[in-house]
T-cell receptor
Framework: GQNIDQPTEMTATEGAIVQINCTYQ??????LFWYQQHAGEAPTFLSY??LDGLEEKGRFSSFLSRSKGYSYLLLKELQMKDSASYLC??????????WGAGTKLIIKP | DVKVTQSSRYLVKRTGEKVFLECVQD?????MFWYRQDPGLGLRLIYF???????EKGDIPEGYSVSREKKERFSLILESASTNQTSMYLC?????????????FGDGTRLSIL
């Protein structure tokens, strides 16, 4: 079957760095997406990886290793507004995304 | 900015009712999707459409149908609502897959079936 695993919940301190991991087993691979979802709001697109390596975008970076079926989202200089759920999704075919259950990130002052 | 608008943020219906959820996007996207989101589960795809009048079943289509008569509008229909369809429903749209074309989401409809 197809499966994406993420930790259910993580806690970090304001100003620190946190890494959210995502492992996947899918029948195909056409890219991996990270989304942020604040409570009660729509998911919003953060990053996309299709080749191995690190993609940096401001305070957020995303890494991909296709051979290991592994990605992580790195958040630096954490701010209270980063408290949200972070969703990992893999495009395994042409249209559909396979979604992880999401990681709830709690930021403490 | 892409705007995906869902007709209601909150909706309460009764068991057995026929329920319509509407979604409109303003970016001329070919693809549109309906998901449901439940605690502890990832987004689960109900139906998607890659063109007007075209539809494809997702992972959990049972009890649902869809309609796409115009490019900008994608409707989800609960034929006879049941309590296990109480959930958050999210609509999304995107350009055809290719490169980093993300899906853009509406704010969701929290549907309660009593």
């Amino acid at each position: 079957g197809q499966n994406i695993d993420q930790p259910t919940e993580m806690t970090a301190t304001e100003g620190a760095i946190v890494q959210i991991n995502c492992t996947y087993q899918t029948s195909g691979f056409n890219g991996l997406f990270w989304y942020q979802q604040h409570a009660g709001e729509a998911p919003t697109f953060l990053s996309y990886n299709v080749l191995d390596g690190l993609e940096e975008k401001g305070r957020f970076s995303s890494f991909l290793s296709r051979s290991k079926g592994y990605s992580y989202l790195l958040l630096k200089e954490l701010q209270m507004k980063d408290s949200a759920s972070y969703l990992c999704a893999v495009r395994s075919g042409n249209y559909q995304l396979i979604w992880g259950a999401g990681t709830k990130l709690i930021i403490k002052p | 900015d892409v705007k995906v608008t869902q007709s209601s943020r909150y909706l309460v219906k009764r068991t057995g009712e026929k329920v319509f959820l509407e979604c409109v996007q303003d970016m001329d996207h070919e693809n549109m999707f309906w998901y449901r989101q439940d605690p502890g589960l990832g987004l689960r795809l109900i139906y998607f459409s890659y063109d007007v009048k075209m539809k494809e079943k997702g992972d959990i289509p049972e009890g649902y149908s869809v309609s796409r008569e115009k490019k900008e509008r994608f409707s989800l229909i609960l034929e006879s609502a049941s309590t296990n369809q109480t959930s958050m429903y999210l609509c999304a749209s995107s350009f055809p897959p290719g490169g980093n074309q993300p899906q853009h989401f509406g704010d969701g409809t929290r549907l309660s079936i009593l």
